[in-house]
């Protein structure tokens, strides 16, 4: 059974950087993998995803274009986001999800396996 787990996550000044790590049991290079947020009183939001297969296709949110990266270890079979430049807006819970096929959808729905979250805070 596909279990997700992402460990990470913490405190970090606004401007600096941090790096996720989804872990996933088995192989899962054919599921998709997706990065969500979710900030107090707010709905959970698509940050990033990337593909099953071999294209390793990458989507990303509004808010993450130009400052995250998600990335494929198949061998470790973990994908992980780079945050840089980080802002207190970037704040919130972010959880690691897996969908088979190939599409790396932004919208939570589409994703069946959820790990469990780690906070995210961006605060001086």
């Known amino acids: 059974q596909l279990q997700v787990v992402e460990p990470g996550g913490g405190l970090v000044q606004p401007g600096g950087s941090l790096k996720l790590s989804c872990g996933t049991s088995?192989?899962?290079?054919?599921?998709?993998i997706g990065w969500f947020r979710q900030a107090p009183g707010k709905e959970r939001e698509g940050v990033a995803g990337?593909?099953?297969?071999?294209?390793?296709?990458?989507n990303y949110g509004k808010s993450a274009k130009g400052r995250f990266t998600i990335s494929r270890d198949r061998a470790k079979n973990t994908v992980s986001l780079q945050m840089d430049s980080l802002k207190p807006e970037d704040t919130g819970v972010y959880y690691c999800?897996?969908?088979?096929?190939?599409?790396?959808?932004?919208?939570?729905?589409?994703?069946?396996?959820w790990g469990q979250g780690t906070q995210v805070t961006v605060s001086s």
């Open positions: 999800a897996a969908k088979s096929g190939p599409t790396p959808f932004l919208q939570p729905h589409y994703y069946t396996t």
């Open positions: 088995g192989d899962t290079s054919g599921y998709t």
């Open positions: 990337i593909s099953g297969g071999d294209n390793s296709d990458t």
